[in-house]
């Protein structure tokens, strides 16, 4: 199976010239799950065309530092790539932006949190167990960088993990295989420390940045998650 990334945002300022691009950290992160995994990029900052959904064996989307309600030239266009996604039935994979994106262009509302910045190692509790999960803990851990979020699920969307922060962190559709995740699970903590340092005065106050950094000591699953994702794709390929 090959699965085409669509990049959509790219870390800000040197941090870019530093980390690899998020499809990559994707990419690696996969690859760990499934050795048989491969990949593509599709770049929509670069301006590179969507391709057709349907004739892809999946996608994924990616974080951005755009919103859902901003007007970008690949706005629309994204949503329409969902949308024959959802009825081709491709598997379609989303995190944080790409969470939020496939919320909203299937129907669901995306904004603003009320509660702020969402950063730091976020515990998720999982409030429901589909079948690639396997025997899934009670919690997942994951890197979290948002100030929006999936505010009420499309109808057919089903939540499987929440927090105090974040009620919609972790969906799955029950008609369509679309799974999608707002933490980051492809950040590693050294960029996620980074990112929130690149931050300060620019969104974070330093009190935040610094709960943030000091958060990311407590344990991560990110791999889990990987192995979800990987799990999700194979028993959707088509």
Request: glycine share 8%.
């Amino acid at each position: 199976m090959k699965l085409t990334i669509l990049e959509t945002g790219r870390a800000p300022g040197a941090l870019a010239d530093v980390y690899p691009r998020y499809p990559d950290m994707m990419a690696s992160l996969l690859a760990r799950a499934d050795a048989a995994l491969a990949f593509e990029t599709v770049s929509l900052i670069e301006g590179e065309p969507l391709p057709a959904a349907g004739e892809l064996d999946a996608a994924a989307i990616m974080g951005s530092p755009f919103g859902v309600y901003d007007p970008t030239a690949w706005m629309d266009p994204l949503r329409a790539f969902v949308r024959e996604a959802h009825a081709a039935k491709t598997p379609l994979l989303g995190v944080c932006f790409g969470h939020q994106i496939i919320a909203d262009a299937l129907g669901g509302d995306v904004g603003r949190s009320d509660k702020g910045w969402g950063v730091g190692r976020h515990v998720y509790r999982i409030l429901a167990r589909a079948p690639w999960m396997g025997e899934a803990p009670d919690t997942l851990a994951l890197v979290a960088s948002h100030q929006d979020q999936v505010r009420r699920p499309p109808a057919g969307a089903d939540t499987l993990a929440a927090s105090e922060h974040t009620p919609h962190a972790l969906l799955a559709y029950r008609d369509a295989p679309i799974l999608t995740i707002q933490g980051h699970p492809e950040f590693s903590d050294a960029f996620a420390a980074a990112l929130y340092g690149a931050r300060r005065g620019a969104g974070l106050s330093d009190e935040t940045a610094d709960a943030a950094i000091q958060s990311l000591s407590a344990p991560e699953d990110n791999q889990l998650a990987a192995e979800w994702m990987a799990t999700f794709l194979r028993e959707n390929v088509r």
